[in-house]
Structure formats: structure tokens, C-alpha cells
């Protein structure tokens, strides 16, 4: 089984910055694209960011400019920079690991975090 736990989150004005990382720890399995989702109240999850295995990346329209998403393959966890805050990213972020690997096994599973809580001021 794979754990995945966000740390990061808080409360910032508008125009601050917040970095999340989410960590991936267990035994025997292999990452693929992480990703970032988030959700605000009454609202669907949306995806905010994603890194490849290889460093491919790609974001939301809303964030792009903004907010920069990175891993680091060594420690198996995905960060993500959020640069100029605006109130309406106020969310619960989400750590996403996709297609995860069980080397033992061979099976193909999601992953997801318990959510960061991320709160922009006005």
C-alpha cells in the first residue's frame, strides 16, 4: 500500500506565496504522472497541475503562470508553488499519484491524499 501525505498548506493574503509538498512512502512500487487537484466548497474537484514521470507538466488556465508543480524522484514527492494567491484558489488541495505500480504484484492503482487546506485572504 502506498501512503501519500500533503503538508504545506495555511492561511496567506492575496499576492502571498505557499509551497505543498506531498510525499509518497511504502514499499515496492513505481510512480507515474502526480498530480495536483483541488476543491472548494460546493464545488467539483479540478485538477490544478501535473508532472510526468519524466518532468512533463501541465496546469490549469486558472493557475498557469502562477502556481509551478516539481518532483523529486529521489525522495518520491511532488511539490507545487503557488506564486501570487488569489482568494478563489482557496481549497482543499489534493496529492494525486496515477497508475501506481505494485512491483510485487503488478497491479495499476490511484492514490490519493488526505488534502492540504489552503485559505487566501483578501
Known amino acids: 500500500q502506498v501512503q501519500l501525505v500533503e503538508s504545506g498548506g495555511g492561511l496567506v493574503q492575496a499576492g502571498g506565496s505557499l509551497r505543498l ?47 509551478t508543480i516539481s518532483r523529486d524522484n ?8 503557488l506564486n501570487s494567491l488569489k482568494p478563489e484558489d482557496t481549497a482543499v488541495y489534493y496529492c494525486n499519484a496515477d497508475r501506481v505500480l505494485l512491483t510485487t504484484s ?3 492503482r490511484d492514490y490519493w491524499g488526505q488534502g492540504t487546506q489552503v485559505t487566501v485572504s483578501s
Open 106 to 108: 503488478l497491479a495499476v
Open 74 to 81: 529521489a525522495k518520491n514527492t511532488v511539490y507545487l508553488r
Open 21 to 67: 509538498s506531498c510525499a509518497a512512502s511504502g514499499r515496492n512500487f513505481r510512480l507515474n504522472t502526480m498530480g495536483w487537484y483541488r476543491q472548494a466548497p460546493g464545488k467539483q474537484r479540478e485538477l490544478v497541475a501535473t508532472s510526468s514521470s519524466g518532468g512533463s507538466t501541465n496546469y490549469a488556465d486558472s493557475v498557469k503562470g502562477r502556481f
